[in-house]
Structures are given as structure tokens and as C-alpha cells.
């Protein structure tokens, strides 16, 4: 039997050398060469490596930007929520002061965020010295204080009031009732002195075992 002989081209390539390998198990004789120049392929692996290093400094260039306005954005953004922290936090606690600081880095963007509070009557102390009830308190004004850089016409509160006692519900339906001129709060709750600032009320009830019912009640809105 005779057998053709084949050439292929780009052997050095995985298709070219598993093409070639290929033929020659049907019993071609292959004879493998390689169609592009040496010189035109350094030429264009020159292109290739150029245009990466480019590529790679116009992406290095892009990053150190965005790095820079993310910094500005933040740190305007970090200062006015903590006026807006230290104005909520004398009006829940009525008195004392609060703020919020960076800690750890010089790079805004990595440093630590340190929340430092003094309920009216005591000494400016770490988070972990308050009662919870106060912990509770100031967790709901920082929440408030970001939620205030940049108010939206409806805000959902899932049961932020549960650690309150009834001193502190007081505070938080006042603040409550403050922010509801300009926001409509939905609010998820059990507390019953929560509920007495609602205009309306949902709530489910079970008249027959295992049948729901949604029941709903339209208040004045007065606490």
C-alpha cells in the first residue's frame, strides 16, 4: 500500500502537533514545517507584550482615579453622617454627645470606623460599658444618621425597637414621629407603645385554629 505524504503547517501550535500526530496513526507520511517567519513572529509577539503593558498602565492609571474619588466621596460622606449621629444621638438621649472616628489607617477607605458615645449624666466611655438599652439606642441613631444623608420616601424598620425598654421606646417614638413628617416608616414590631404612634395598623390574627386573617386598624397617628 502506498501512502500519501502530508504537510502541515504551524506544528509547533497543540493543533498543528496533534494533527500530525493524527495522520501518521492512519499512515500518512506527514512532514511537519512551521509557516510563519521567526522575525515576523517576534515582531508580533513585541505588539502582543506592548500592547499588554499598556493596557496594564492605563488600568493602574484608572484605579489610582477611582482611589481618589472614592476617598473624597467617602470622607464627605463619613463627616456629614457624623454631624448627623451627633445631632440624633442629643435628641434620643435628649443631652450628652456622640460622634463617629477612623482608627488604625491613614487610608480612609482601610481604617477602622470607632463609635464613641456619652449618654448625658456619664463619662464618655467605650460601647461595651453602656446598658443595652442604650447600646440599642445609639445603634438606631447611627442608623438614623446614615438613613438622613440621603432619605428615600419610604423606610422599612424591622423591629429595631425589641432591646428598648419603655423609657427608651419613649425617645424612639418621639424621633420616630420627627423623621415621619418627611418619610413614611413601616414598621415591623410587637411593642404596643410602638404601635400607639402608628396612623395604621396590620397586623394577623388566627380566629379559627390554623386560619389566618390579616386585620387592619386606622389610627389618628397621636402618641
Do not use: W
Not at 111 to 125: E, L, S, T, Y
Not at 139 to 144: D, G, M, V, W
Not at 158 to 175: C, G, H, S
Amino acid at each position: 500500500m502506498k501512502f500519501k505524504r502530508v504537510m502541515v503547517t504551524g506544528s509547533s501550535g497543540f493543533i498543528g502537533s496533534h494533527l500530525a500526530d493524527a495522520l501518521e496513526e492512519q499512515g500518512f507520511n506527514v512532514v511537519l514545517f512551521d509557516a510563519v517567519p521567526s522575525k515576523f513572529k517576534s515582531t508580533k509577539q513585541e505588539e502582543i507584550i506592548g500592547d499588554i503593558l499598556k493596557s496594564e498602565e492605563n488600568l493602574k492609571e484608572t484605579i489610582s482615579k477611582i482611589d481618589v474619588v472614592a476617598r473624597e466621596k467617602f470622607e464627605s460622606t463619613f463627616d456629614q453622617i457624623n454631624t448627623n449621629f451627633s445631632e440624633l444621638f442629643e435628641m434620643f438621649f435628649e443631652g450628652g454627645n456622640a460622634s463617629i472616628s477612623l482608627d488604625g489607617s491613614d487610608d480612609p477607605l482601610e481604617a477602622q470606623i470607632v463609635i464613641h458615645a456619652q449618654p448625658p449624666g456619664k463619662k464618655n466611655q467605650n460601647l461595651r460599658m453602656l446598658s443595652a438599652g442604650e447600646k440599642s439606642l445609639t445603634a438606631i441613631a447611627l442608623l438614623f444618621a446614615i438613613y438622613q444623608f440621603k432619605p428615600s420616601p419610604y423606610c422599612v424598620l424591622d423591629e429595631v425597637d425589641a432591646p428598648l425598654d419603655d423609657v427608651n421606646i419613649q425617645k424612639f417614638k418621639r424621633v420616630l414621629n420627627k423623621f415621619a413628617e418627611e418619610t413614611q416608616f413601616i414598621v415591623v414590631t410587637h411593642n404596643k407603645l410602638t404601635m400607639e404612634v402608628a396612623d395604621y395598623l396590620y397586623g394577623v390574627t388566627m380566629e379559627k385554629k390554623g386560619v389566618s386573617k390579616l386585620v387592619s386598624v386606622k389610627f389618628n397617628g397621636q402618641a
